[in-house]
């Protein structure tokens, strides 16, 4: 893992975020790592409900974020959420909390917007009764194993209509918003992490659906001591959130549809060299194995965090490239605190035995010449009929990798995907007459398959 973590880009959240942000961690000498994630996900809040992104392959996205902040205990988690999220109180005060029984949102004009702890059935239920959007905002993010749902949760990010069948009903509702917002601590978290759900948050995908946080004591505050403080609740930020809170309110009591934004061509251009750079750490980047679905979730983010930008600061039907450039930092940022904080480095990938997958593999493909003319190997063949421990793709993957990165062999791609691996040909004639010693290490390496360990 990292030893240093990068400071929060603050500047990225524009001018009503950043300042906004300054302002609460200067209120509340909280730490920027902690209130830079939280601010940006109160503007996905407030933007989510009036707007939706055309997306570059022809879909439309929700400009919802997930954001998770994990941090020590007495880091002033429940401080900054409340003033983050201060703005939405207009909205929400116009509902009557007290009400009872069969409720119409649309007729009300209002209605909860914040949620703090519900289950899946109480989101559904209160959909049901009209509401367009919401928040999920947990500042004791130790509850969500009460009631998480991994797939409730995937399919709300994704903005796919939620369906719950009970034994005499079925209740499908389409066009849904959700924004989520988590402070926890890393005791806490790291607990969650070990049990049945935590160990699903990877492979469900649901860990890549968010943008991570893992803040220590360690950052540095950057406030100005001696500076004049001023009150969170007073600033341009809030009157912004009560601006787009009235345009949602417009949009789902008149069952209006929400604006669409795109991406500008020179956004675009931003994002395809973005979306380049992931794809070439996914491939070769050793220290990404096992969390390359955060790399290829990368783009997806992109496009979520420029709109969220755009649309707070300077709402208009295109996307601009230095929304964009804001977007792509503010994922770079995440993506290393996401492998800081759940990756492994390539130290303690080469101490759990894994540099040896690369020995069997190249052992496996120069005993298998005289079958594979020009030492040429389908990644699909290696798959279904190499050595047992190269049978899952993340081991394949990662013996490729070394492989490569020994000038060993070179791998063949078709649409951004891995088809084939190819010896190296000035490594082809040396292989005719080899050096005996090594070919005896390797074929020992093949045989003996390499004790892999349960995580491999």
């Given at each position: ?14 001018s ?116 367009q ?18 797939q ?60 991570y ?19 969170p ?6 009157t912004?959130?009560?601006?787009l ?17 795109q991406?500008?061509?020179?956004a ?44 707070f ?36 990938v080469?101490?759990t ?14 005993r ?31 013996a ?11 791998l ?35 045989r003996?398959?390499?004790?892999v360990?349960?995580?491999?």
């Amino acid at each position: 893992m990292m030893n240093k973590a990068s400071p929060y880009p603050l500047h990225c959240l524009q001018s009503l975020g950043s300042d906004f942000a300054q302002c609460i961690a200067d209120a509340t000498q909280a730490k920027t790592a902690l209130v830079g994630p939280v601010v940006l996900a109160a503007m996905a809040a407030a933007v989510q409900g009036t707007v939706d992104i055309h997306t570059p392959f022809f879909t439309v996205m929700p400009a919802s974020l997930y954001v998770s902040v994990i941090a020590e205990s007495g880091m002033r988690k429940s401080t900054v959420i409340k003033h983050a999220f201060h703005g939405f109180r207009d909205f929400e005060a116009a509902f009557n909390g007290c009400q009872t029984g069969e409720m119409n949102f649309c007729e009300i004009g209002a209605h909860p917007y914040l949620w703090e702890n519900t289950s899946e059935s109480g989101i559904v239920s209160l959909f049901g009764n009209g509401a367009q959007a919401a928040a999920i905002v947990m500042d004791e993010g130790g509850m969500m194993a009460k009631h998480l749902d991994i797939q409730s949760m995937c399919k709300r990010f994704d903005g796919s209509d939620l369906r719950v069948i009970r034994k005499h009903q079925i209740t499908q509702i389409p066009n849904t918003r959700t924004t989520f917002c988590m402070a926890v601590q890393d005791a806490v978290y790291a607990e969650f992490l070990e049990g049945a759900q935590g160990k699903m948050m990877m492979p469900s995908g649901l860990h890549a659906r968010n943008l991570y946080s893992f803040t220590k004591t360690s950052f540095v505050y950057s406030g100005c001591s001696g500076k004049r403080v001023s009150d969170p609740k007073t600033q341009p930020f809030n009157t912004r959130v009560r601006e787009l809170m009235n345009d949602y309110r417009d949009i789902f009591a008149s069952s209006c549809p929400r604006s669409h934004i795109q991406l500008s061509p020179a956004a675009l251009e931003c994002w395809n060299a973005a979306g380049d750079d992931w794809r070439q750490k996914k491939l070769f980047a050793q220290e990404w194995r096992g969390m390359k679905p955060f790399l290829e979730r990368a783009g997806e983010q992109a496009l979520r965090i420029a709109a969220v930008l755009q649309w707070f600061n300077g709402p208009k039907p295109m996307i601009d490239s230095p929304m964009m450039k804001a977007a792509v930092e503010l994922v770079n940022w995440h993506l290393e605190q996401a492998l800081m904080g759940l990756g492994k480095s390539e130290e303690l990938v080469r101490r759990t035995g894994m540099a040896d997958l690369a020995d069997v593999l190249y052992a496996y493909m120069q005993r298998k010449l005289s079958t594979n003319p020009g030492g040429f190997f389908h990644r699909v063949d290696l798959l279904r009929k190499g050595p047992k421990c190269l049978r899952k793709a993340a081991n394949l993957d990662f013996a490729i990798d070394q492989l490569v990165g020994q000038n060993k062999v070179m791998l063949h791609l078709e649409g951004g995907k891995r088809v084939a691996v190819q010896m190296n040909s000035n490594l082809l004639a040396l292989l005719t007459q080899p050096n005996q010693n090594e070919v005896r290490r390797l074929t020992s390496l093949f045989r003996r398959g390499i004790a892999v360990n349960d995580g491999v």
